[in-house]
């Protein structure tokens, strides 16, 4: 069965800490995983893939098929990264079809 | 560039009823995917269409339909309202080649059935 599994539905940290939000997933072929964030008031947006190996605003994330996870890190949280965030695994070869989890708000305390 | 452009943004039905919404995508991106989200069972794909083709559906009852419009704009509709058909629904649109994964949200539709 394909599925994204975001344990934590509440995350809650200080601003200047360390961050780590979990992502576990289940497929069977080769995954391509993302994450997407939701700021208040704004659309949902693609925050990052694991195949650009990128940090975007301090966030990065690893593809780690042993344990398929694909956990989104940033080492010191700014107040602005308060926001819902998703994980989101592509299951089809062909076309745009995502399996979202049931996402994480984080909240960045001053 | 404008971006995904979904009317209406509120509406309320009634069971038994039927609904349609618009989605227009970013100017040049083919495809189009539909999502439904509700506080229960999050964002669930519905169906993508790329070039007036059905390309991907999920798991949704038959009474869920979309299509695709030349100029790629797309509807979906919903027949036969139940309660549980409230939700946010989302349009996402891509530039349908590649860049798997890289969805423009719209800000969504929200329905309501009473």
């Known amino acids: 069965a394909q599925r994204v599994t975001q344990p934590e539905k509440l995350l809650s940290v200080f601003k200047g800490a360390p961050v780590e939000l979990k992502c576990n997933y289940s497929?069977?072929?080769?995954?391509?995983l993302f994450w997407y964030v939701q700021y208040s008031r704004q659309r949902l947006q693609l925050l990052l893939r694991?195949?650009s190996r990128e940090s975007i605003k301090g966030f990065t994330a690893d593809l780690n098929k042993g344990e398929t996870s694909f956990h989104l890190k940033k080492p010191f949280a700014q107040e602005e990264d308060s926001a819902m965030y998703y994980c989101a695994l592509s299951v089809e070869r062909v076309g745009q079809k995502l399996v979202f989890g049931q996402g994480t708000r984080l909240t960045i305390n001053p | 560039k404008a971006g995904v452009t979904q009317t209406p943004r509120y509406l309320i039905k009634t069971r038994g009823q039927q609904v349609t919404l618009s989605c227009s995508p970013i100017s040049g991106h083919r495809s189009v995917s539909w999502y439904q989200q509700t506080p229960g069972q999050g964002l669930q794909f519905l169906f993508e269409y790329f070039s007036e083709t059905q390309r991907n559906k999920g798991n949704f009852p038959g009474r869920f339909s979309g299509r695709q419009f030349s100029n790629s704009r797309s509807e979906m509709n919903v027949s036969t309202l139940e309660l549980g058909d409230s939700a946010l629904y989302l349009c996402a649109s891509s530039s349908g080649q590649g860049a798997v994964g890289e969805l423009f949200f719209g800000e969504g539709s929200r329905l309501t059935v009473l």
């Open positions: 497929y069977s072929g080769s995954p391509e």
């Open positions: 694991h195949i």
